[in-house]
């Protein structure tokens, strides 16, 4: 079918990543927007998105009354435009930064779905910044530390940036002016040097109203994904007339620069399933500690050391099956649980719990306020090392 459900784990992992982008993008200036999953035809003709895409579309649902027809939202930059829209800019608004994890729908052919990397529902970690044209390289130039912030956080080494330019052969394939064109590329080229990125040109592989900075990241079996992309667009602010007051009063029209550093957060996870090969960070692992009551005599105990570490907001399972300590041990190990916490009549009288690490074996009896400091200096100090 091509539209994934997230079981809970999944969904964890899903969340931790949101979470972690928000609070970078909270702290670059962005701010968070919602928009509705239909929206009328006439918004993506406007756009131009309907002509380039409309085959590839879910076809439109007709209104029984109104004769209206919606689409199930392709993309999320027209929202975005109509935002900016709803109240006048001056030129010291500017730059505006708008984020949004939208849910996106497009008609992939049942050939070309796979797995969680080419589906029919999928949501990007999108973002629409409405920019002067003196501010364009400044801020294409953030939106890369951004993404390069990411793909540090999550070890992400072996990749291409891509600078996805126009063909020069067909340009009855793009809309906008050759000057804007221009324009548009000198800028992700010069940003691009300018921060010592390794690249590859492509022709022919900008978006229509744009070009772009792809980043081809490979996978545990060396295949190329395009993970991160940035794009420069002078087409759609003229589309949609946005406008802003300048410095001389008058009207002039802004630049938008598309980003999605996770691209979409189905692919995203697909590949970072095999690039981590189940080992997860620490910071972002669905649980971060097993706890493994020796007997059912201290289940309760368990549970207490849960509740106790949830307030560190450490997240983890207490793992009560009637099994013997070595299975459990042996199970949560194959399982990748990065931290084991072995508790029993001696732990539970001195309030301690006995702590085995991920493929490192048995590391001490703690309190469990050593624990949680273990974990969340272990995270800092991750996050130190990556900056």
Known sequence: MGLPLWLPKGAMLRERLIQFMQKAQTKSGYLPVVTPHIALKELYVCSGHYEKYGADSFQPINTPQEGEQFFLKPMNCPHHCEIYKSSPKSYKDLPVRFAEFGTVYRYEQHGE????TRVRGFTQDDAHLFVRPDQVKEEFCKVIDLV???FNALDFKDYTAQISLRD???KAKY????ENWKLA??????????KGLRTVVELGEA????PKLDFMVKDALGRKWQLGTIQVDYNLPERFQLEYTGSDNQKHRPVMIHRAPFGSLERFIAVLIEHC???FPLWLTPDQVAILPISEKYNDYGKKVLELLNISDIRGLVDDRNEKIGKKIRDNELSKVPYMLVVGEKEEAEGKVAVREHGKGDIGVMSIEEFAKLINTTIENDFKKKQ
């Open 113 to 116: 779905l796979h797995g969680l």
């Open 148 to 150: 390069l912030h990411v």
């Open 168 to 170: 020069p052969e067909n």
């Open 175 to 178: 809309i906008g002016t050759d």
């Open 185 to 194: 590329e000198q800028a992700i080229i010069e940003s691009a040097a300018e």
């Open 207 to 210: 978006a229509f109203y744009g």
């Open 277 to 279: 090969g189940g080992n």
